[in-house]
């Protein structure tokens, strides 16, 4: 498919793409203590909001004055202003937290442009999808292994891939074929690297974006040239990110959701993608579909 062709209405279309495939790690699914959801009136009458991150530069992350940057702090920066919630108290947690911080009410909202999956859809309720992005892979400068893509973990028994705690990765690479003893997982990017030299595991495995970041922070690691994209059931692998809340905040979602949409038709929401990283395909498919669909993608 030629992603240039891609419209820039939002809309929802199955168009062949099967996503129902991602099942959602199990520290996401279980059920989890809740706690009522501040109303969008309360938020607006004490002005302020928490707002979570997982730390993840370009997604969502603090930087060294405590404030949120990325593309999710930013643009969320901005709805937040026009809903006339204008102090946000940013909050670092890891990413697999994230969903039962807010089942637990320990923040109000995350920034972290999590992937929009069906199981996630069941506990906390999802924007419109705010960035769409691929995978990547990370490995040790030179590439000893000769690692290619996420299909070789499948292929070959001699080589391992570490995944980011709670993210989607594990579930591409079962999809693949990939059995669980040759994976392993860290709590935080930042260990990906000291994971690869430590010969813990021969690559690190997240989305295209996460690891392009990663492989400037040192010569020891790079970023595996000519990569592409998994397929799974013939379909490339995409996730559209989104902000989360908890889900009883459907007043909260629905006008935070109402300004986010009219603000994706501005130049000023494209700036914030294209300047932490995006690129102009990755800024078009975030229009391809609606978060209901994508919520909907089940076997």
């Given at each position: ?67 949120g940057q990325g593309a999710g702090p930013e643009v969320a920066r901005h709805v937040l202003d026009e809903l006339g919630i204008d102090d946000i108290e940013w909050v670092t947690t ?49 590439n000893p292994l000769d690692i290619r893509g996420y299909e070789d973990f499948a292929r070959r028994d001699d080589i391992s891939v570490a995944v980011l705690e709670g993210a989607t ?8 074929g990939v059995p669980d003893e040759r994976m392993s997982t860290i709590e935080a990017n930042d260990a990906a690297i000291e994971t690869l030299l430590s010969d813990r595991a021969d ?97």
């Amino acid at each position: 498919m030629d992603e240039r062709k891609i419209g820039g209405t939002p809309r929802g279309n199955s168009a062949g793409m099967h996503l129902a495939w991602l099942a959602v790690p199990l520290a996401l699914t279980l059920a989890a203590p809740t706690a009522q959801a501040a109303s969008l009136e309360e938020l607006r009458q004490q002005g302020s909001i928490r707002v979570a991150v997982a730390d993840e530069v370009p997604y969502g992350y603090l930087d060294d004055d405590g404030q949120g940057q990325g593309a999710g702090p930013e643009v969320a920066r901005h709805v937040l202003d026009e809903l006339g919630i204008d102090d946000i108290e940013w909050v670092t947690t890891s990413f697999g937290d994230l969903i039962a911080g807010l089942e637990e009410g320990r923040f109000d909202m995350a920034a972290a442009e999590m992937a929009i999956r069906p199981e996630r859809c069941e506990r906390v309720l999802f924007s419109a999808p705010n960035t769409s992005y691929g995978e990547g892979l990370l490995v040790r400068a030179t590439n000893p292994l000769d690692i290619r893509g996420y299909e070789d973990f499948a292929r070959r028994d001699d080589i391992s891939v570490a995944v980011l705690e709670g993210a989607t990765q594990v579930d591409i690479l079962r999809a693949l074929g990939v059995p669980d003893e040759r994976m392993s997982t860290i709590e935080a990017n930042d260990a990906a690297i000291e994971t690869l030299l430590s010969d813990r595991a021969d690559a690190y495995a997240g989305t295209g974006l996460t690891v392009s970041q990663l492989g400037d922070q040192s010569p020891e690691v790079e970023v595996v040239e000519g990569f592409k994209d998994p397929k799974v059931d013939g379909e490339i692998v995409r996730s559209w990110g989104g902000f989360t809340f908890p889900d009883d905040a459907g007043t909260l979602r629905d006008a935070f959701d109402e300004t986010l949409t009219d603000y994706r038709h501005t130049q000023a929401w494209e700036d914030t993608l294209t300047r932490h990283g995006f690129t102009q395909d990755d800024v078009l498919n975030a229009f391809r579909f609606e978060t209901e669909w994508l919520c909907s993608q089940r076997e």
